[in-house]
């Protein structure tokens, strides 16, 4: 841990290097600039401080969170920064050694002066990703999204044409700082009238009492005609705290799975509920968490135990990875998978219809939105919250709305 400590403040220092080196190439005060050190070092020291005095035990705190939004939000900018300035010595460098082999000007130095429109552009650029964070940190975390889906199947059976269900994932709760907006989304939630309401895990960061501020607002959820239900993600394992004792971590996740009941969602752990509409029904199916790389007690075969092949279902399963593995090549034949987690890594570019980009599709092939093979589906939810950094820039929270068509898909 100190190791990586210290390569990191080897890496910012550096950054800091930089940076200073492109202010002092425009702004020659020198008040100013001693200004600047003075905040930038000790902006430094107070996040590297913060991060020294993480507890296991606790797991993130406000704190925590806020270091993290600190370090993203300065030294990403400064970094772009960096690397534009670092393009300049490269040129500066192979410019001096031509100079130095060929003409032999004595008069001339070997590293030419910083020129003044490379900082400028620099900074120009850097400007983007400060803006856009502080936007995450500000706004963007609470700019809740209404999406939604139609999906069409051949086999869906008549009585659930154009039944609707709202899907949501990812809560978070123990990040949550504001009571306004959390009970403005539950409006939208309320809004759309859907017929069920599907949550598909991570109800809090890690420990059960992160939910207690937050019982009465999420009981305002209103009664679907359907159901409420809701599986377990790996958030609501406590995994990522170190507890005092095995018993505390169960006596946990124990008080996690009575907080779903709390809320009046039905909680499904690997097993399966016909869900009946006129003379026809539909398997809602529950597994708890099984993902790659994370935990895996997710069990398709229990849970799926006495339904047919033929009988039209839907999965909820926290992780995507579960889809990719197991599920999309299950002989048992899932319609829809329900999933969540990924948050779209709270950073990205949409622009629906055309382009989606985020860091999260090198980790996940299936990480926002829906995605099909064979007539097989799972749709991810970029989550109601946020983790770790306190913010979203271009992946917004979601709330979705997905609509059974009984028809085949011409799309």
Not at 52 to 66: E, N, P
Not at 365 to 391: E, I, S, T
């Amino acid at each position: 841990m100190l190791i990586r400590i210290v390569f990191l403040c080897l890496i910012l220092i550096i950054i800091e290097l930089y940076a200073f080196q492109a202010l002092k190439t425009l702004v020659k005060d020198k008040w100013i600039l001693t200004f600047y050190q003075v905040f930038s070092s000790l902006l430094l020291v107070y996040i590297v401080y913060s991060f020294l005095q993480f507890d296991r035990s606790v797991g993130q705190t406000k704190q925590t969170m806020l270091s993290t939004a600190l370090l993203l939000l300065v030294y990403v900018p400064k970094m772009i920064l960096s690397i534009v300035l670092l393009g300049e010595d490269v040129f500066r460098l192979g410019a001096g050694s031509v100079n130095y082999f060929t003409m032999k000007d004595e008069h001339v130095s070997f590293l030419a002066s910083r020129r003044k429109f490379v900082s400028q552009i620099g900074l120009g650029i850097a400007a983007v990703p400060f803006l856009s964070l502080l936007y995450g940190v500000t706004i963007g975390k609470y700019n809740y999204k209404v999406i939604k889906q139609r999906i069409f199947f051949d086999d869906l059976p008549d009585d659930f044409d154009g039944f609707t269900v709202t899907h949501i994932s990812d809560v978070h709760s123990g990040s949550f700082d504001n009571p306004e907006k959390i009970n403005y989304a539950i409006d939208l939630i309320n809004e759309q009238n859907s017929d069920m309401i599907l949550f598909t895990g991570d109800i809090v960061n890690t420990d059960a009492k992160e939910m207690n501020p937050w019982i009465d607002t999420f009981k305002r959820i209103q009664k679907h005609q359907y159901g409420k239900y809701s599986v377990l993600g790996n958030h609501d394992y406590g995994e990522y705290v170190t507890w005092p004792t095995e018993k505390d971590k169960q006596d946990n996740f124990q008080a996690i799975k009575d907080v779903y009941g709390e809320i009046d969602f039905k909680l499904l752990l690997n097993e399966h509920k016909y869900i009946e509409k006129g003379n026809s029904k539909i398997a809602l199916v529950g597994v708890e968490n099984w993902g790659h790389n994370f935990k895996k007690l997710g069990d398709i075969d229990k849970a799926s135990e006495h339904i047919q092949k033929e009988d039209f279902k839907i999965l909820m399963s926290h992780d995507p990875s579960h889809w990719d593995y197991i599920v999309q090549h299950h002989d048992k034949n899932f319609h829809l998978t329900l999933s969540g987690h990924t948050h779209g890594m709270q950073f990205g570019i949409e622009i629906p219809g055309f382009f989606k980009w985020s860091l999260a599709q090198y980790v996940y092939k299936q990480w926002a939105g829906l995605y099909q093979n064979a007539g097989r589906y799972v749709y991810v939810n970029r989550g109601f919250g946020f983790h770790a950094y306190p913010g979203r820039v271009g992946i917004m929270p979601e709330i979705t709305v997905i609509e059974l068509k009984k028809a085949k898909n011409v799309a």
